[in-house]
């Protein structure tokens, strides 16, 4: 299962200039990992943050991203969810504080989770840390997460493996087969 959090974004934010390019990297890199996941029938679920917007959908922060002439609009162009494609509205760091993520992880019966998005070091990793208190196994390829800068990136990363038991392969050195 890969959750995406995140990536529908606007960048419209102080480091959001910065972090452009390692965001259009790691997009990239995930449309490419996504498509190799779909065609093995595992499933993707974007979490994404609502960023304030108290009467916006998923549809409509996708909507904003791609017509409204933001920095983040090449991202989402390259992530553009799916009609077989999930997702989770948050409204903190964590994609499980106060949204249905847990229900719908069991109801796909998830074991094992693929995290990718912005940022490795607030909302992937707060994601990362809960998933890990309700057992789901990690993987964080490194390819797949953004950081204002590496040497942030490779302190999260290097969290993730130390605190969540997280593997950090980059995405096309995951055996797809061992989760199935």
Known sequence: MLLIIDMINDLEFDDGERMLKPA?????????????????????????????????????LVDHTLHDNVRGEPVAKLLKPGEEDYFVIKTRHSGFYGTTLEILLHHLEAQTLILAGMTGDICVQFTAQDAYMRRFNLIIPPDLIVCKDEETKQTALKQLTQTCKAKTPCSDEIDLESLL
């Open 24 to 60: 259009l990297d790691a997009a990239r890199n995930l449309k490419r990992f996504k498509q190799r996941l779909a065609d093995n029938a595992i499933p993707t679920i974007y979490v994404n943050d609502n960023f304030g917007k108290w009467r916006s959908d998923f549809r409509q």
